[in-house]
Nanobody, 124 residues
Framework: QVQLVQSGGGLVQAGGSLRLSCAASGRTFSSYVMGWFRQAPGKEREFVAAIDWNGSRLYYADSLKDRFTISRDNAKNAVYLQMISMKPEDTAAYYC?????????????????WGQGTQVTVSS
């Protein structure tokens, strides 16, 4: 079974920075779209960012593109999410995900493989 293992969550003050990591095992993801999503209690899971490992194309939610950066290390089968200037509304459980499809990257239903999630809490 493909496994995505996340790390890097935690508590951060508003205005601070945090970096999330997601490492894949069990399969090579060189041709996969990798994405980050987040979900706050009582809310729908929302798209954060995605990266096409083949073309190194980056996609972001419009409201986050100036503060969040997605990157990857193909040698490690890993994807990262660097978050800066964090706000309380960034508080959520964050999930990395992988899809063999390059379409509909912004939809959570596109992704077949998911990390375990990690909590990010931004205090004011």
């Amino acid at each position: 079974q493909v496994q995505l293992v996340q790390s890097g969550g935690g508590l951060v003050q508003a205005g601070g920075s945090l970096r999330l990591s997601c490492a894949a095992s069990g399969r090579t993801f060189s041709s996969y779209v990798m994405g980050w999503f987040r979900q706050a209690p009582g809310k729908e899971r929302e798209f954060v960012a995605a990266i096409d490992w083949n073309g190194s194309r980056l996609y972001y939610a419009d409201s986050l593109k100036d503060r969040f950066t997605i990157s990857r290390d193909n040698a490690k089968n890993a994807v990262y999410l660097q978050m800066i200037s964090m706000k309380p509304e960034d508080t959520a459980a964050y999930y990395c995900a992988a899809s063999s499809s390059s379409s509909n990257y912004f939809r959570s239903s596109t992704y077949a493989y998911w990390g375990q999630g990690t909590q990010v809490t931004v205090s004011s």
